[in-house]
């Protein structure tokens, strides 16, 4: 122990501790005392460790809110105790920089071209196939550079256009926007008052500035029009308001044989309700109500649009998305036997009638097809095959 820190401590061994402890002043020793405490050091004092003191006599009783804000108070003014050791940003260990890659250099020259770009410059289109099909470069051509070399032209030689590239993308194809629609909506909504014959087809599509009593009118106008055969009423943010209207003129209109209400706010029981209101007359064709913004419609109205459509005979087109099972294959049935019923209306046979038993219409057997009578319930359309088939025999 004669070194400290590469220091020599021969020359202290001999120094009297009282004596420089004599020597010193009360401030000296306070702060010494400071020095030597370990603020870690559980056996030490908690008012020893800490390094705020006060010898200040108390001058008053004890109050928790004034020692509060002069804790605070004091806080604020006095200086912050300089670190032991001030920060700086020291980056450690080594930077880590990207390999280079080697450049692989055909030619010691890279201006100078070598012997395979003249063979390629002079290489006919029919060649550049052959060797991309040797390389295996045939993912690389899309569909319209193969027409134009294989299909369209037939032979490389005859072909026009023939081989484009093999990077080469397809252009895009562009498209007009529509038309915005400028129909006069307060002369149409006359002439439908006024039951105009020139009026056959309105098209207020993706006119979303018109009132919903507006449309209520339209659609209130309905009931007395003899002439309107297509209304076309999508994305004009019309609701189960606008449906009602409308479910209300269908019960006398017998000309309407096209309604479109696509993109809408209409719930399930306004479709429901308009689709009661067509089966009163049963003339209109085609109904397009999808897209609306309930998307879920429900089972129980899912359930009830097949039902209602089962008793329609008309309807040949119905655009909407049904997400249970049953009822989007009833509807399908239901669409079908219109369809089949409109060609055989047109050879003269005998029409698929709607079944009246109360199962649903893909377990009725199809009774215009094997001449049964549709009344008869399906045991004894069993037992008169049987017979039949006895009788045969």
């Not at 405490?37 to 020893?48: G, T």
Request: charged share 35%; glycine share 6%.
């Amino acid at each position: 122990m004669s070194k400290l820190q590469q220091r020599d401590l021969k020359k202290y061994q001999d120094v009297d501790l009282d004596d420089l402890l004599s020597k010193l002043t009360d401030a000296e020793l306070e702060e010494l005392h400071t020095e030597l405490i370990d603020p870690d050091d559980s056996m030490v004092p908690p008012s020893d460790r800490c390094r705020y003191k006060t010898d200040k006599a108390p001058t008053g009783p004890f109050s928790r809110k004034h020692l509060l804000d002069y804790l605070e108070q004091k806080a604020k003014e006095d200086k912050d105790w300089d670190e032991v050791k001030p920060y700086k940003k020291e980056i450690r260990g080594k930077v880590w920089k990207p390999k280079e890659e080697d450049k692989v250099q055909v030619n010691e020259d890279e201006k100078v071209e070598t012997e395979w770009d003249e063979v390629l410059a002079g290489a006919t289109e029919e060649e550049l196939v052959d060797l991309a099909a040797i390389l295996g470069f045939h993912g690389m051509l899309n569909q319209v550079q193969y027409h134009q070399a294989f299909v369209e032209g037939g032979e490389m030689k005859g072909c026009k256009g023939g081989f484009q590239g093999t990077v080469k993308a397809e252009p895009c194809k562009t498209f007009p926007e529509p038309p915005p629609n400028n129909v006069d909506i307060d002369a149409s909504l006359k002439q439908l008052k006024n039951n105009d014959p020139s009026l056959v087809e309105l098209n207020i599509n993706n006119l979303q500035n018109i009132s919903v009593e507006r449309l209520c009118e339209i659609g209130e106008s309905l009931s007395k029009n003899t002439h309107l055969e297509k209304l076309h009423m999508a994305n004009t943010c019309s609701t189960d308001r606008v449906a009602s209207a409308i479910a209300e003129s269908l019960k006398s209109n017998k000309t309407l044989k096209l309604l479109n209400l696509e993109s809408n706010f209409i719930s399930g029981q306004g479709i429901v309700n308009i689709l009661a209101a067509i089966n009163v007359n049963q003339v209109m064709t085609e109904f397009r109500i999808s897209n609306q913004k309930p998307e879920v419609i429900g089972i129980r109205h899912e359930m009830a649009i097949a039902a209602l459509l089962r008793e329609n005979k008309s309807l040949l087109k119905f655009g909407i998305f049904l997400e249970v099972r049953c009822a989007r294959i009833h509807v399908s049935d239901y669409l079908q036997r219109n369809n089949d019923n409109l060609r055989r209306g047109r050879v003269g046979a005998e029409l698929i009638m709607p079944p009246v038993e109360d199962r649903p219409y893909f377990m009725q057997r199809d009774r215009a097809a094997v001449g049964l009578d549709d009344r008869k319930p399906a045991n004894n359309a069993k037992k008169e095959d049987e017979e039949e088939s006895g009788d045969d025999e």
